[in-house]
């Protein structure tokens, strides 16, 4: 079985600031997928970056990157000028390659509550 | 728009009941999901399809129903067998999985226990 653990309940970082939340996860697996979601107070759920494992090139999306570390199995995002909107609980996630059997399910962290101050 | 709606957005449940969530796709998406959360938990699995008419239990799914007559709908029963239904439920689809993995959310439903 897979897991992932976010091991920081809560950051804040002030506005315009750079900000890395971290995330490690545990897998047997060679072929999977990363991705990273964010909860804002309206509670939807929205999809920040994805990283496929294979790819060593680590993803980004505008002011969101990650570094992606295979070996090590950590899986960070770093957020750079942090915006007031940026405020919302960030979850890391993991999908193991798809199979017919079992198809695609996402195992989540606990989440990281990140508060962007003006 | 295509998108995920869930309905209601609040339900209230008395004891011995059962309530049914609603979720409803126009993505065309082949895949549903039902996933739990409770507060300062991450989202934990109900049950997912992959494809009309069938369906898997996820990891929490005692306590829980759903079916999938149809490739837009996967409605979620949270019987009086779960004894502690109080939590926000969300509803994800995604589409071709071999290609493209990314679940989309719907807008979620909160469930308490009157």
């Known amino acids: 079985a897979q897991t992932v653990t976010q091991s920081q309940p809560e950051m804040s970082v002030q506005e315009a600031e750079t900000v890395t939340l971290s995330c490690t996860y545990d897998t047997s697996e060679s072929n999977y997928y990363l991705f990273w979601y964010k909860q804002p107070p309206s509670r939807q759920m929205i999809l920040v970056i994805r990283?496929?494992?294979?790819?060593?090139q680590n993803a980004t999306e505008n002011r969101f990157s990650v570094n992606f570390q295979k070996a090590a199995k950590s899986f960070s995002l770093k957020i750079s000028d942090s915006q007031l909107g940026d405020t919302a609980m960030y979850f890391c996630?993991?999908?193991?390659?798809?199979?017919?059997?079992?198809?695609?399910?996402?195992?989540f962290g606990e989440g990281t509550q990140l508060t962007v101050n003006p | 728009d295509g998108g995920i709606t869930q309905s209601p957005k609040y339900l209230f449940r008395k004891e011995g009941q059962n309530v049914t969530l609603s979720c409803e796709q126009n993505l065309n998406h082949d895949a549903m999901y039902w996933y739990r959360q409770d507060p300062g938990q991450g989202l934990r699995l109900i049950y997912y399809s992959q494809i009309v008419n069938d369906f898997q239990k996820g990891d929490i799914a005692e306590g829980y129903s759903v079916s999938r007559e149809k490739k837009e709908s996967f409605p979620l029963t949270v019987t009086s067998a779960q004894k502690n239904p109080t939590a926000f439920y969300l509803c994800a689809s995604s589409g071709d999985l071999r290609v493209k993995n990314i679940q989309y959310f719907g807008a979620g439903t909160r469930l308490s226990v009157l």
């Open positions: 996630a993991f999908m193991r390659r798809y199979q017919e059997t079992s198809g695609s399910r996402l195992t």
């Open positions: 990283q496929e494992a294979y790819k060593q």
